[in-house]
């Protein structure tokens, strides 16, 4: 069995990755901390152009129709390059669930044409990206609102990522507003997607690592050079080579509903925090007193990596899911790494 991507989902990975690595670098993301803005208009109009806010939008509706499996690369690009916009939320969240409402008020159309909505999912404690959104999905009880961002109060909450701003939203339900009911895969497709940039991220962390104990000299050598350095990059290396395919088997998974399959996507988040979380560590020692600081572009990663891994379900949660499937279902070479289990 052919477990790889296809040309087609690496041409169009590669295409994104090379767009946004070009476009969105540290000084750009320092030009958009000086203005107080977290969206680059041209580099989202390009991620419309490019047709990406539609890959898992329905034909019909005017999208690509693709899965999962075709956004993961390029959640992990996003997360490479620390990207502010909300492509992958938009792209892989919300896109989604516009288009299994039975009304979506034309704000699937409106989306694809690069608008945005904010999703209220009550896993995340407050609501991503709310300022910049045209109107907001939000649950009161078992029903789906879309209300628009007019008729809703935000009150701003501290955030440690300035480009991942958050939001707690004072309003009311009402019956003109209820467009269904249920979350559907919602919060699986948001932790999903989490991890893949969690991954993006640690190995940017590790990148900059490593270029700069290339150049950085100590008693007369690159500080790279020396086992302790050494050892910090490559074991950060390790853990990001085996979350990466955890990463993907969630993603090839997502679709079968199974216990399986959600304790895969569990795992997923759980092995891409960590690894994020030991790759932005070991990069601060490896750049030494100054990898702390403002002025070291790595701080941009730490900082995403921190919101992310605690973004769309904590680790105690996806834990808890992971212990059920050990306890409830067949464990053993046959069955531990089955998609489907009997």
Same mark, same amino acid.
């Given at each position: 069995?052919?477990? &790889? ?5 690496r041409?169009?990975?590669? &295409?994104?990755?090379?767009m946004?690595?070009? +476009?969105?670098?540290p ?6 901390l000086?203005t107080?803005? #977290? ?8 991620i419309? /152009?490019? !047709? ?7 034909? %019909?509706?005017?999208g690509?129709?693709?899965g ?7 959640a992990?690009?996003? !997360?490479y @390059?620390?990207?502010p /916009?909300p492509?992958?939320e ?9 288009a299994?409402?039975?009304n979506d008020?034309g704000?699937?159309e409106?989306v694809?044409? !690069?608008?945005?909505v904010a999703?209220?999912?009550?896993v995340n404690?407050f609501?991503?990206?709310a300022?910049?959104?045209? #109107? *907001?999905?939000l649950? =009161?009880g078992?029903?789906?609102h *879309? ?8 009150v701003?909450?501290e ?7 958050l939001?707690r @939203?004072d ?10 009911s249920?979350?559907? %895969?919602?919060a699986?497709?948001?932790?999903l ?8 991220i640690?190995?940017?962390?590790i990148?900059? +690592?490593v #270029?700069y ?7 007369g050598?690159?500080?790279g ?7 910090l990059?490559a074991? #950060?290396?390790v ?7 955890v @990463? ?6 997502? +679709?079968?509903?199974?216990l399986?399959?959600?304790a895969r996507?569990?795992?997923a988040k759980?092995?891409?925090?960590e690894?994020?979380d ?6 601060i ?6 990898g702390?600081?403002?002025e070291v572009?790595l =701080?941009?990663?730490v900082?995403?990596a921190l919101?992310l891994?605690y973004?769309w !379900?904590?680790?105690a +949660?996806?834990?808890e899911?992971?212990?059920e499937r050990?306890?409830s279902?067949p464990?053993?070479t ?9």
């Amino acid at each position: 069995m052919e477990f &790889a991507f296809t040309e087609d989902q690496r041409a169009i990975t590669e &295409a994104a990755r090379d767009m946004l690595i070009e +476009s969105c670098t540290p000084a750009d993301l320092r030009r958009l901390l000086e203005t107080n803005t #977290a969206v680059d208009a041209a580099r989202w109009e390009t991620i419309r /152009e490019m !047709g990406l806010l539609a890959m898992c939008a329905p034909e %019909d509706a005017g999208g690509l129709g693709m899965g999962p499996v075709d956004l993961v690369g390029i959640a992990e690009a996003a !997360g490479y @390059v620390g990207l502010p /916009e909300p492509l992958i939320e938009q792209a892989g969240v919300v896109v989604p669930l516009l288009a299994g409402l039975d009304n979506d008020k034309g704000w699937l159309e409106r989306v694809l044409g !690069g608008e945005t909505v904010a999703i209220g999912h009550p896993v995340n404690p407050f609501v991503a990206d709310a300022d910049n959104a045209g #109107a *907001l999905l939000l649950g =009161h009880g078992d029903e789906l609102h *879309l209300v628009a961002r007019a008729d809703v109060t935000l009150v701003q909450q501290e955030s440690f990522d300035a480009f991942r701003r958050l939001f707690r @939203v004072d309003w009311q339900p009402s019956p003109a507003t209820q467009v269904g009911s249920g979350w559907g %895969d919602t919060a699986e497709r948001g932790a999903l997607l989490a991890a893949a940039q969690l991954v993006g991220i640690g190995q940017r962390a590790i990148d900059m +690592s490593v #270029a700069y104990a290339k150049d950085r000299q100590q008693f007369g050598k690159p500080i790279g050079s020396y086992q302790a350095v050494k050892h910090l990059a490559a074991n #950060a290396q390790v853990k990001v080579e085996f979350a990466r395919p955890v @990463v993907h088997a969630a993603a090839a998974e997502l +679709s079968l509903g199974t216990l399986a399959g959600r304790a895969r996507l569990a795992h997923a988040k759980i092995v891409s925090g960590e690894a994020a979380d030991l790759a932005t560590r070991n990069a601060i020692q490896i750049h030494g007193a100054m990898g702390i600081t403002w002025e070291v572009d790595l =701080h941009f990663f730490v900082k995403r990596a921190l919101a992310l891994r605690y973004a769309w !379900g904590t680790s105690a +949660s996806h834990f808890e899911t992971v212990l059920e499937r050990m306890t409830s279902l067949p464990t053993g070479t046959d069955y531990t790494f089955a998609s489907e289990v009997a």
